[in-house]
């Protein structure tokens, strides 16, 4: 199970939180709580989730990375615990049909979809069936309706105040070990980076034995 610890108050501090690669355990990272209430990007690729139904409440979060996991529905669950998402990446998940991607119509701000190496992709008028069911997005797999590329700032998220996650810098390492004592993971900004595979280290706490 991935574990974060920290105190409440830089948690309730963060707004950008990258857990890339770890692992999770039935579909839960452990400490991920709804005490995360500013967090605005999440990024938990290739951590092995096949379930949703776990995730927080997370109000302002906008930009969610969910790919290369084992997800095949129980989408439902964005809408109710994070409403306000405008940019979701779903690539590489085990997405088949329409009807797994039907409960995203309940998200309204959504703006862009991803759903690259997907199974659903295959289906014949696969893009224009998307837009039709979900007409509040603009941008499916990088391309709009008239397959016009999204802007580089789709890409990026627009409420994030922090660096985005290939911006972490190995030069800052040791500024970072010597303000916050953290071995797992750097805070940058108001970010918080993983650094290692199977451990979340956050203010000071190291990996969980």
């Known amino acids: 199970t991935l574990i974060i610890e920290s105190s409440s108050v830089i948690i309730r501090n ?3 939180l990258v857990v890339d690669n770890s692992r999770s355990a039935d579909g839960e990272v452990e ?5 995360f209430s500013t967090l605005e990007f999440l990024s938990m690729v290739n951590v092995g989730l096949n379930s949703l139904s776990k995730l927080p409440s997370l109000p302002k979060l906008r930009k969610l990375e969910l790919s290369d996991n084992n997800l095949s529905g129980s989408l439902e669950t964005l809408s109710e615990k994070c409403p306000n998402l405008t940019y979701l990446n779903l690539s590489g998940n085990k997405i088949k ?3 797994n991607v039907e409960a995203l119509v309940n998200l309204k701000n959504l703006q862009s979809l991803d759903l690259f190496n997907c199974e ?8 224009e069936s998307v837009f039709e069911l979900l007409p509040q997005v603009t941008y499916l797999d990088g391309f709009d309706h008239e397959d016009n590329e999204a802007p580089d700032s789709e890409d990026e998220d627009e409420g994030g105040t922090g660096s985005a996650a290939g911006d972490y810098d190995d030069e800052d390492d040791d500024d ?3 303000e916050d004592g953290s071995e797992g993971g750097e805070v940058v900004g108001r970010g918080f980076q993983v650094n290692r595979a199977d451990q979340v280290g ?3 706490c190291g990996p969980q034995v």
């Open 14 to 16: 963060i707004v950008e």
């Open 31 to 35: 400490g991920l709580t709804d005490e």
């Open 97 to 99: 049909e329409l009807s």
């Open 120 to 127: 659903i992709t295959s289906l014949d008028d696969y893009r």
């Open 176 to 178: 970072e070990d010597d």
């Open 202 to 204: 956050r203010s000071g």
